[in-house]
């Protein structure tokens, strides 16, 4: 089993950053893809963005493309979530996800791929 922990969420205003970390624990997680995703009050949940496990492939979701970095250390077993030029629709729970079957294929944007998760982190960016 893994378990993920996110942590570095907080209310920030408009144009402000906040990173987000991911810390996994169970097992070593330095051959899944993970990913992030994110789900706002009376939304569902949507990918944010995802790398695989060497750390050369990434995919981000075109509302986000340009602002947030996704990152990872193996060695740390943790998974980052730089995001800059921050926006209030980017207010939501941002949960991390690990993908233990994906092997050399690249990340994927579908919840449904993961079969891992945390139990999320509140950001809040105010205007």
């Known amino acids: 089993q893994v378990q993920l922990v996110e942590s570095g969420g907080g209310l920030v205003q408009a144009g402000g950053s906040l990173r987000l970390s991911c810390a996994a624990s169970?097992?070593?997680?330095?051959?899944?893809?993970m990913g992030w995703f994110r789900q706002a009050p009376g939304e569902e949940r949507e990918f944010v963005a995802a790398i695989n496990w060497g750390g050369g492939v990434t995919k981000y979701a075109d509302s986000v493309q340009g602002r947030f970095t996704i990152s990872r250390d193996n060695a740390k077993n943790t998974v980052y979530l730089q995001m800059n030029n921050l926006k209030p629709e980017d207010t939501a729970v941002y949960y991390c996800?690990?993908?233990?079957?994906?092997?050399?294929?690249?990340?994927?944007?579908?919840?449904?791929?993961?079969?891992?998760w945390g139990q999320g982190t509140q950001v809040t960016v105010s205007s």
């Open positions: 996800a690990a993908d233990s079957k994906r092997l050399s294929r690249p990340p994927s944007e579908m919840s449904g791929e993961y079969d891992y």
């Open positions: 169970g097992r070593p997680v330095s051959r899944y893809a």
